[in-house]
């Protein structure tokens, strides 16, 4: 079994899916929030050294999550034609990792004379900013350096300086290329972010190895309004809770009961009635961790709790098996924005393997010899059948709110040819399609996005 100093050494399939999700949803965020004028902040709490092994990989996914962010950042600003040179390993040539080092010693330095329980990362004014934590020395020296490489890959001309007390700064000198690196040499529990305005918005990425690392009063600082949040749960450690007096503070922390910061308890006091307390999930996680289906569970008991931190019912989990066909993690994502549920959900929608639900199994593909796809398996036939059985009968119904129903309420994306399916039929379930001035499409079984469609669906039995 992996620890975690010898988990990057070499890449798993479910690894490999999980940050290929993740590069996915990357994808879409960065140019959206550019694209809006937004500023675009990221971070990876649990940031790792960046690369499996000793190869560098050409493609974005097979890299470690920092360096997904990293290289997602840049390609951006070439498909904005910002900058004119592609990812190329022939440029690290005469690259020095002493002279560089030497900036990770001056930073240790400074830890070493004026340690802070907490680092506030800084905000360094580009419309990008990367935040990567890494607690482990050997990890981050390694993160450090693969950062710099990242950048000279792409040939880009970069400046290297200590503004924080544990923080090094890698940020981009050219003016078309505004972003920049903060790396931390720190935990997750003592790991802030810079405030950066209400025009910005935040992706954060907390991928831990364990649950003890995890407190639910520090997540609650990187979830709300304009912020978004995936996390690995590692629900496959439920047997752990068995010895509930044991783990009692690893529970109080991972499920956030009793914050541990004294300026809200009188906020906590009046929020008393409604708060779940520490028996009552350390009785459910007694039953949970006796049960066959405990994994499940627990999984509605984090994000029942997470969800009343974040005031959002947005929220979408991932369920990751391994080679026993033993549930080992979850991926849970949770937003307040329509969008962003709906760019990770086509994101999921990628990365599965089952048509029913967001689930990978390495059984099924180690030993059931099934084909890894990452690309859209959804059955639209499925979706169709689902569409029916909601709004059989039903007059006046818009597409727009069918793709709410099918964001919010089943595991399918929204397509267009799920509807289709139900017009082409020899006895069609959508039988009328008509603009407000009640004319059909020009085309047949077309739904152009110009125009508001009124669909009326036949009843079951028609």
């Not at 419309?127 to 792409?154: H, P, Q, R, T």
Request: glycine share 6%; with cysteine.
């Amino acid at each position: 079994m992996a620890t975690s100093s010898t988990f990057f050494n070499e890449d798993t399939i479910h690894g490999k899916v999980k940050r290929f999700m993740y590069m996915r949803h990357l994808q879409a965020f960065v140019p959206s929030t550019q694209y809006s004028g937004y500023r675009t902040i990221i971070y990876d709490a649990f940031a790792g050294p960046g690369r499996y092994g000793e190869d560098w990989p050409d493609a974005i996914e097979d890299l470690g999550s920092p360096l997904i962010a990293l290289r997602v950042v840049i390609e951006d600003f070439i498909r904005r034609k910002k900058l004119e040179l592609s990812f190329d390993k022939v440029r690290k040539v005469n690259y020095d990792k002493g002279k560089y080092m030497r900036y990770v010693q001056k930073m240790k330095k400074t830890i070493t004379t004026r340690r802070r329980k907490t680092i506030t990362l800084p905000d360094i004014h580009t419309d990008v900013i990367l935040n990567f934590s890494e607690a482990d020395e050997g990890s981050y020296d390694k993160l450090f350096l693969n950062v710099v490489s990242v950048f000279k890959f792409y040939g880009i001309i970069f400046k290297i300086y200590n503004e924080s007390c544990g923080v090094i700064t890698v940020k981009s000198r050219n003016r078309k290329l505004l972003f920049g690196c903060n790396i931390a040499l720190s935990k997750f529990k003592n790991t802030l972010l810079p405030e950066c305005g209400y025009n910005s918005r935040y992706m954060t990425f907390i991928d831990p190895f364990g649950f003890n690392s995890i407190p639910m009063w520090h997540i609650g600082k990187f979830v709300g309004q304009n912020k978004e949040v995936l996390i690995t749960f590692m629900s496959g450690f439920v047997n752990r809770f068995k010895n509930i007096n044991k783990n009692r503070k690893v529970i109080m922390e991972l499920f956030g009961i009793g914050n541990e910061e004294e300026e809200e308890e009188e906020e906590e006091e009046e929020e008393e009635e409604n708060m779940v307390t520490v028996d009552d999930i350390c009785d459910e996680l007694l039953t949970v961790s006796k049960d066959k289906d405990g994994v499940t569970r627990c999984i509605q008991l984090y994000e029942n709790q997470l969800k009343k931190l974040a005031e959002s019912d947005m929220v979408l989990t991932f369920e990751f098996r391994n080679i026993r066909n033993i549930r080992i993690y979850h991926l849970i994502f949770i937003t307040k924005h329509p969008t962003g549920l709906k760019k990770m959900k086509e994101a999921m929608n990628r990365g599965t393997q089952s048509p029913e639900g967001f689930i990978l199994s390495e059984y099924m593909i180690l030993t059931k010899g099934i084909e890894l796809s990452l690309g859209n398996i959804q059955s639209n036939e499925q979706a169709a059948h689902t569409i029916f059985e909601k709004f059989q009968g039903k007059e006046n119904i818009t597409i727009k709110v069918i793709e709410h129903f099918i964001l919010f309420d089943t595991p399918f994306v929204f397509r267009k040819e799920a509807l289709k399916i139900l017009q082409k039929e020899d006895n069609p379930r959508l039988i009328q399609v008509v603009d407000r001035y009640n004319n059909p499409p020009r085309k047949r079984w077309t739904f152009p996005d110009h125009t508001v469609w009124f669909l009326t669906f036949r009843m079951r039995d028609a």
